[in-house]
C-alpha cells in the first residue's frame, strides 16, 4: 500500500505537521498494524519527527539550523545557492519510520511527524508505504 501527498508550501524554511493527514489515510485504508515509511523525494525537504505541543520548538529548530548552515556562504559553489538546504536535508533526513498498532500511529504523547521545507515556497509531496 502506498500513497503520493501533494504539499504546498508557503514559506522559505517551515515544518509543516503531517501527522493527521497519514492518519486519516490509515484510518480509511483501515490499516490495522504494521510500519510505515514516510519519505520526501526532494532533496532540500526532509522528515522528521519531533515534538508537537509547543509551537516555539518549529522555531527554535529552523533558527538553529540556519546558525549551522547559513543560506549565504561566500565558499558555497553550487550554482542554485541553495547549498545549506541541501545540508539540513541531509541533517534531517529524508524519511522517517513509524510503527502502526491497533490503527494508530505510535508517537509519543508529544510527537508529530513533520515535513521539513527547507528551499521554499514550493509544491511538494511526500510518500507513504504501508509495510505488513
Given at each position: 500500500?502506498?500513497?503520493?501527498f501533494p504539499l504546498k508550501t508557503n514559506k522559505h524554511s517551515d515544518m509543516i505537521e503531517i501527522t493527521n493527514q497519514i492518519q486519516q489515510w490509515l484510518t480509511e485504508e483501515q490499516v490495522d498494524?504494521?510500519?510505515?515509511?514516510?519519505s520526501s523525494m526532494h532533496t532540500t525537504a526532509g522528515i522528521t519527527?519531533?515534538?508537537?505541543?509547543?509551537?516555539?520548538?518549529?522555531?527554535d529548530f529552523l533558527r538553529r539550523l540556519d546558525e549551522v548552515y547559513p543560506w549565504e556562504d561566500k565558499n558555497d559553489r553550487h550554482m542554485e545557492g541553495n547549498t545549506a538546504a541541501h545540508l539540513?536535508?541531509?541533517?534531517?533526513?529524508?524519511?522517517?519510520?513509524?510503527v502502526i498498532d491497533q490503527?494508530?500511529?505510535?508517537l509519543g504523547t508529544?510527537?508529530?511527524?513533520?515535513?521539513c521545507e527547507f528551499d521554499g515556497p514550493r509544491s511538494r509531496q511526500f510518500?507513504?508505504?504501508v509495510l505488513r
Open positions: 500500500m502506498f500513497k503520493t498494524n504494521g510500519v510505515i515509511v514516510v519527527v519531533n515534538e508537537n505541543a509547543d509551537p516555539d520548538v518549529k522555531t539540513k536535508t541531509s541533517t534531517v533526513g529524508h524519511a522517517q519510520t513509524i490503527g494508530q500511529l505510535v508529544w510527537q508529530g511527524i513533520y515535513f510518500h507513504v508505504k
